[in-house]
């Protein structure tokens, strides 16, 4: 992991461990519509995202890409442990700092890819989801520009009653 010696102990440390942490608003069926009717846009959204009876009997569930998100989060919740970072390297995905730990001097970016896991469980009107981002690995290589860094991401989405809604994964590159 540390052959090209990006990773330092420190941050290899950091590991597993959340340093990004979000609760939203109780979701709503207008929330369910909006979001619906604008990814679906210009063509009509699916009839049971509208559906005012299954709404009424407690049916009505959220499109699975729902982001609870999009209008904010109702709070965030820092680790403590955050230091001041270059401005630079944070926009090019540094998150080292949010636990504590100085990024590597790395002051460009790429997105490396998503992925999102979904559990079966839905979102449903009256929801409260609360996510925790951690860093699932760091992979060193070499690239034609030279030494990259490949941190790899992950955030947990759960619902008020502590069950896994979604795990949305992320990669980002860093030379």
């Given at each position: 992991?540390?052959?090209?010696g990006?990773?330092?102990?420190d941050?290899?440390?950091?590991?597993?461990?959340?340093?990004?942490?979000?609760?939203?608003?109780?979701?709503?069926?207008?929330?369910?519509?909006?979001?619906?009717?604008?990814v679906?846009?210009?063509?009509?959204?699916?009839?049971?995202?509208?559906?005012?009876?299954?709404?009424?009997?407690?049916?009505?569930?959220?499109?699975?890409?729902?982001?609870?998100?999009?209008?904010?989060?109702?709070?965030?919740?820092?680790?403590?442990?955050?230091?001041?970072?270059?401005?630079?390297?944070?926009?090019?995905?540094?998150?080292?700092?949010?636990?504590?730990?100085?990024?590597?001097?790395?002051?460009?970016?790429?997105?490396?890819?998503?992925s999102?896991?979904?559990?079966?469980?839905?979102?449903r009107?009256?929801?409260?989801i609360?996510?925790?981002?951690?860093?699932?690995?760091?992979?060193?290589?070499?690239?034609?520009?030279?030494?990259?860094?490949?941190?790899?991401?992950?955030?947990?989405?759960?619902?008020?009653?502590?069950?896994?809604v979604?795990?949305?994964?992320?990669?980002?590159?860093?030379?």
């Amino acid at each position: 992991m540390t052959e090209l010696g990006l990773v330092r102990p420190d941050m290899a440390a950091l590991v597993g461990q959340p340093y990004g942490a979000a609760v939203s608003y109780p979701v709503t069926a207008s929330d369910i519509r909006r979001w619906a009717i604008a990814v679906h846009f210009p063509e009509p959204p699916p009839a049971q995202y509208l559906d005012p009876e299954a709404e009424a009997q407690g049916r009505l569930v959220a499109p699975l890409d729902l982001d609870v998100f999009a209008w904010g989060a109702a709070r965030t919740e820092p680790t403590g442990r955050e230091i001041a970072v270059d401005p630079v390297l944070e926009m090019y995905g540094a998150m080292e700092h949010h636990l504590g730990v100085a990024p590597p001097d790395l002051p460009h970016g790429l997105h490396g890819g998503a992925s999102v896991d979904y559990t079966g469980v839905r979102i449903r009107p009256g929801d409260v989801i609360a996510t925790a981002t951690v860093i699932e690995r760091y992979l060193e290589k070499t690239g034609r520009v030279g030494a990259m860094l490949i941190t790899d991401l992950a955030t947990t989405w759960t619902n008020q009653a502590g069950e896994t809604v979604k795990v949305a994964r992320m990669s980002q590159i860093r030379y």
